[in-house]
């Protein structure tokens, strides 16, 4: 939005960038409002009761049931339409459609790192394809950052040694900005970068682009053989550990007679640190991979797990794969 040429506001570029900046202005328009009646008031009764004379002294005031009541109850219920306002826009931002497309992101200082399942990698850079939701899970290699799309009316923080997310759905194609918003040492300020927001089919064709190595799935593959998972993760369940087939989704019995749904953050904890929520029935064995494996490689490792499990994540591939030459 522009004011006398000058760029106030971000442009709106995603799906729910009018909502949120609907109840923006809102409640800017009812603080505006109220200031103003205070401070105008603050003037008129300054100028209209001051004191004339020495000696002369205030009306004694009894109180009054009515005005009481009014300054109560309209009050409270401006404050009740702001959170029942805030509150559905909030859960809609919080809440990712279950066909979201999946991307990674880490955190560090000071840049963002992109990852896509088709295995792209961008550093400071994203590009999406407009008219899709996307889910963005973060993490931080350091410290605490937090990823804003001011065009898209979004942020998370990156949390170091867990996952968060956020989703939106890019409505215009475009270049915005991306930026750091959580202050995290001496270049916070120039932790920022670009999405580019192309439409469908030009995403197809940047998708060909790129991705040497195959597949962020395909990549977490040769790790799984690399880093030996495969020795004890046996698909037929004989192994040491659990079969990882279909795991996604499943609740598992944990020692202490708890379950946990396997998902994303129960991947990632139980990779760095098995032992943390060991599955009924299996020994200790795991070595711990904390401090050995990057989030970049966790990513790679899950999205593989995930591949196992085609029932629970048919939302896995990001668009109808297009032809390969
Ligand atoms: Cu990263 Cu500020």
Redesign the pocket.
């Known amino acids: 939005m522009r004011i006398f040429g000058i760029p106030i506001f971000p442009d709106q570029a995603s799906t729910f960038a009018k909502d949120v900046d609907a109840l923006y202005f809102f409640i800017f328009a009812v603080s505006a409002f109220f200031a103003l009646v205070v401070a105008v008031l603050i003037i008129y009764f300054g100028i209209r009761y001051h004191k004339s004379h020495d000696r002369q002294l205030g009306a004694r005031i009894e109180g009054s049931l009515p005005l009481e009541l009014l300054w109560s109850v309209i009050p409270t219920v401006i404050a009740m339409v702001m959170f029942g306002w805030g509150a559905s826009v909030y859960y809609h931002l919080r809440r990712p459609p279950d066909e979201a497309m999946q991307l990674y992101a880490v ?1 560090k ?2 840049m963002w790192k992109f990852q896509h399942p088709e295995g792209q990698r961008e550093i400071n850079e994203l590009h999406i394809p407009a008219g899709r939701a996307i889910k963005i899970t973060i993490s931080s290699e350091d ?1 605490l ?2 990823l804003y799309f001011p065009a898209f009316r979004t942020k998370m923080d990156a949390i170091p040694g867990r996952y968060t997310e956020l989703w939106f759905e890019a409505t215009t194609p475009g270049t915005y900005h991306i930026f ?6 001496t270049n ?1 300020s120039g ?1 920022i970068g670009n999405v580019t927001v192309l439409e469908p089919a030009a995403y197809q064709a940047w998708l060909q682009g790129g991705g040497e190595g195959g597949t962020l799935a395909q990549r977490g593959a040769r790790l799984f053989e690399s880093l030996a998972c495969n020795s004890c993760h046996l698909e037929s369940g004989q192994g040491h550990g659990p079969s990882l087939k279909d795991i996604i989704g499943k609740t598992e019995t944990l020692q202490d007679g708890s379950t946990v749904v396997v998902d994303d953050a129960y991947l990632r904890e139980s990779i760095l640190n098995s032992q943390a929520k060991l599955v009924r029935g299996f020994k200790p064995l795991m070595p711990t991979f904390q401090g050995l494996i990057s989030e970049e490689n966790l990513a790679a490792l899950i999205e593989h797990v995930k591949s196992m499990s085609p029932k629970a994540t048919t939302a896995a591939p990001a668009a109808p794969p297009a032809e390969k030459k």
């Open positions: 955190g200082q000071w410290v950052h937090s750091c918003t959580e202050y995290c040492g916070h932790m």
